[in-house]
């Protein structure tokens, strides 16, 4: 039997935690003390019914390769968890959880310093949405059940509409500066670059 019910609630999730990250959409309360912390804290706890779910149903075979393939497979998936990790340092990784705007918060300042610079440095200057990237690639590079397959289609249009959108507020952040960035820069697969290249 094919987990409707599944399928429906991962699209609710994706499409919930695309609302609530949209400035536009929230209005005023994007930018309170508690509401990046707030975004974080529900992004994992409504995992956790998607979680039982999912251990909750039977899984049949989908791709299932030799154990030479998943060696590859792994490597790949491992190479791809280090550039993630490799990747958060480009990012204010206290401001993204919302940890340092409730310190902020509890010193008495109504926010952080948030600095509205452009940085195209680290994993920044490979792609331009690294943590998608990674995402990509920690979805597609393993076995799966058909579940996790429909799973991975599912996320990867998640992903790709993400970053459209992320695209979206970061021309309207940064304007001319983000579009002469995005013409160098590849949005999600690194341009291998030839020696001879200008």
């Not at 491992?78 to 340092?89: E, M, N, P, T, V």
């Amino acid at each position: 039997m094919t987990p409707v019910y599944l399928y429906a609630y991962l699209i609710f999730y994706c499409v919930l935690h695309s609302v609530l990250a949209d400035r536009k959409l929230i209005g005023r309360v994007y930018d309170l003390w508690w509401y990046r912390f707030f975004y974080v804290v529900q992004s994992v706890i409504l995992l956790i019914p998607f979680s039982f779910m999912y251990v909750g149903i039977e899984h049949k075979p989908f791709f299932n390769p030799s154990f030479f393939w998943q060696i590859i497979l792994g490597i790949i998936w491992f190479s791809g968890l280090l550039f993630g990790i490799y990747a958060s340092k480009s990012y204010n990784n206290g401001a993204f959880l919302g940890i340092s705007q409730i310190k902020a918060r509890i010193k008495g300042k109504k926010q952080p310093d948030m600095s509205k610079t452009l940085k195209t440095t680290g994993a920044l200057a490979i792609v331009r949405h690294p943590y998608y990237t990674t995402g990509l690639i920690l979805i597609w590079a393993r076995p799966m059940n058909r579940t996790d397959f429909a799973i991975t289609l599912i996320l990867t249009a998640y992903f790709i509409l993400g970053y459209i959108n992320e695209e979206r507020k970061l021309i309207e952040e940064f304007g001319q500066d983000y579009v002469e960035y995005r013409r160098k820069v590849p949005a999600l697969i690194p341009k291998i670059r030839l020696r001879n290249e200008k």
